[in-house]
């Protein structure tokens, strides 16, 4: 493919019908985050339990958020409504469903256990519901699915030692480990101990960092932790010699534009720096984070930020080839996505 013609060939008013279609991987959305109001409601409801919000109307308008934290509030009291291992696979169902009609062909679910085991589940439930859901996706809607669990990062390294403990009976269903939760206050030199021996494990690793954090949490999550990925990663064009680090290194990040923005980490996404990003050579991904409370899936992420920033179809195409090079999935498969997104743009290309 070469890059240029593509900019040449498709119309500017094609671009949005080329973001929806062209296949994709997405690589940050946390689970508990694509749990939509509605189904809230009916998992309350089976559960015998009371939201404190009389309706859906109610539940979405308080989706308001001041920064990470309050967003984290309002989310981990939504966790509440999830007891069964049926509840664990219809949210995750929903959300697959959701993100094939997006063309996603891959996804990589962030998850954690400790929310659940703090609310008395057992880690089992967690991790068989979202693994039976993963494996009916794939033959429902063709989409392949793989499952990232997240230590929380406000509690303590051995918290997060006893959360691997835990979930190590189906190692086999988990192709990663992630860190989430309050940023500031909390750098990834805090799981230093438990990211080595997730690592000595085969786990591959990621890591947020650079969502409100500084530059510093970014450095120490590659250079301490040894993450392949960093989530989120925006405040590091702060710092010129960690770009050229990423870019060097090649270290995708995972970039989330409409919860920077509902998130205020960026005032509005005209300012967001992803086109700065993809300028300076990064290999920068597109990405929903929670897409029930921020106001939109993957493709919403991509047509709203491509209308902001002025973004064009060459810009579309890397952001996809992206997501498929900085995937986990083996290199034949990331090779059978590329080939089909390059046959998807030749046909724009007509
Ligand atoms: N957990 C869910 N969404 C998150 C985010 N944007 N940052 C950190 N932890 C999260
Ligand atoms: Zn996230």
Known sequence: MNPPSIVNTISPERLPELLRAMPK??????????????????LAQRNGLSLR??????????YVFDNLQSFLDIYHEGTLVLKTEQDFYDMTHAYLARAAADHVVHAEVFFDTQTHTGHGLPTEVVIQGLHRACVDAQAEFGISASLILCFLRHLSEQEAFECLEQALPWRDKIVGIGLASSEVGHPPEKFAKVFARCKELGFRLVAHAGEEGPPAYIWSALDVLKVERIDHGVQSLKDPALVARLVKDRIPLTVCPLSNLKLRVFPTLAEHNLGAMLDAGIVATVNSDD????????NQNFTQTFTALGLNSQHAYTLARNSFEASFIDASEKRRHIERLDTVLAHFME
Do not use: N
């Open 53 to 62: 919000y009389p309706s859906v109307e109610a539940l979405r308008g308080a």
């Open 291 to 298: 897409p029930a409370y921020f106001g939109g899936y993957i």
């Open 25 to 42: 991987a997405e690589l940050h959305m946390h689970i508990e985050g694509s749990l939509e109001p509605e189904l809230m409601f009916q």
